[in-house]
């Protein structure tokens, strides 16, 4: 689960806005729309995102089709300092785009911490 939580946070460019929806579900579950509000994303950036944390079992939906609330899933919670971890490494890189991360390269990849394991 950490490498997935690593590649959907801080792999893409939509890294960054995953993470802030993540961090908003975990203060409180919502639906999109609130999500779009509290954000200030568009409700069709905050939908890519949620399908994107869903299709990872990074949150679950609770609720009907329509206005359905997200929360952060069982395993995520289970790999929460990791989520921090990634958090506080986005937070000093910076805010993400305006764009809403949906535009440009994916390829484009912040890697977890790497530790030198060869003897100097």
């Known amino acids: 689960m950490d490498a997935v939580l690593w590649q959907v946070l801080a792999g893409t460019r939509g890294g960054p806005n995953r993470a802030r929806l993540l961090r908003a579900l975990n203060r409180r579950p919502r639906n ?3 999500l779009a509000e ?3 994303l568009s409700y069709n950036t905050v939908r890519h995102h949620l399908d994107v944390l869903a299709e990872n079992d990074v949150v679950v939906p609770s609720g009907e089709d329509y206005g359905e609330v997200y929360l952060p899933s069982d395993r995520t919670r289970d790999h929460w300092d990791t989520v921090e971890e990634i958090l506080e490494q986005l937070e ?3 805010p993400p785009s305006d764009d ?3 535009t440009g ?3 484009e990849s912040a890697e977890p911490p790497q530790t030198d394991s060869t003897p100097e």
């Open 32 to 34: 999109a729309n609130r």
């Open 38 to 40: 509290a954000l200030d």
């Open 92 to 94: 000093e890189v910076g």
């Open 100 to 102: 809403g991360g949906q």
């Open 105 to 107: 390269s994916e390829s």
